[in-house]
């Protein structure tokens, strides 16, 4: 059974969810609008390309929204993962960046610390992300006002007070459109408009990231269970999104709502 037959559930609003979504993204686009003609987007999506990703992308694709896409290419992300990514390029309207880990510095970490650093213990498994996904991210968030993530509350409880638009960093604003979605709204979605995505979620991967760090989950296991399964639970972020402040405020008048 694929991922679309076990989750295509919406819920019962999930037009006016839609309309939210669309409402954030283009508040999105309007405020981080390019400062002159054929500059680059002040605003990006951070793309994992996830199921809630590829929702996004095709948003700012089918909406033609100047807001560029960008991927940290980790340099263990699973075959699976890069053909999507390849596909993606090769057919996505806006722009698709790809952002890697330096080299030099993931050597280096492995030949000090092994290859399977990160099941050893909590410092060397951050360390890891720091070289492959951190750095990376600032390289890819540099002279962004703004940044798009598919973080959703339900996906576990650090995530639970996700808002639409957090405005807790000073560097940058951080859009977060499919806050209010469930995971049936995310796989009706992606059944309704026939979007691409990573066949590893019909393995019974909800949440995909690294090879080493990601595994299937089980009938009844919490969604991020496949992530780092042998840390606890508190730990199981990488660095790349932090609880909320208070600073969050509703993107439109249709999104307070």
Wanted: with cysteine; aromatic share 8%; hydrophobic share 45%.
């Amino acid at each position: 059974m694929s991922a679309i037959e076990r989750n295509a559930r919406p819920s019962a609003d999930f037009d006016a969810r839609l309309a939210q979504t669309i409402d954030v993204l283009q508040q999105a686009a309007r405020e981080y609008a390019p400062l002159t003609a054929g500059a680059a987007s002040r605003v990006s999506q951070a793309s994992s390309l996830g199921a809630e990703d590829v929702v996004i992308s095709h948003l700012i694709n089918s909406l033609q929204l100047d807001i560029g896409i960008f991927v940290l290419e980790t340099g263990q992300l699973h075959p699976e993962t890069l053909a999507l990514l390849a596909q993606l390029q090769a057919t996505s309207r806006a722009p698709v960046q790809v952002f890697k880990p330096a080299q030099e510095a993931v050597v280096q970490f492995v030949a000090r610390e092994g290859q399977d650093a990160m099941y050893r213990n909590i410092d060397l498994r951050k360390a890891c992300c720091q070289i492959r996904k951190m750095e990376p991210l600032a390289r890819a968030l540099d002279g962004k006002s703004a940044w798009i993530t598919g973080l959703r509350r339900e996906q576990s409880g650090a995530r639970a007070e996700v808002p639409l638009v957090d405005r807790s960093d000073a560097t940058r604003v951080k859009f977060n459109p499919l806050t209010n979605w469930s995971w049936g709204d995310v796989w009706h979605f992606i059944a309704l408009n026939h979007i691409a995505y990573n066949p590893l979620h019909d393995q019974f991967f909800p949440s995909i990231g690294c090879v080493p760090c990601t595994r299937a989950i089980s009938l009844g296991e919490d969604f991020r269970a496949g992530r780092w399964w042998w840390e606890d639970e508190a730990a199981k972020e990488c660095g790349l999104h932090v609880k909320a402040a208070d600073h969050a405020e509703p993107a439109t008048e249709r999104a307070s709502t």
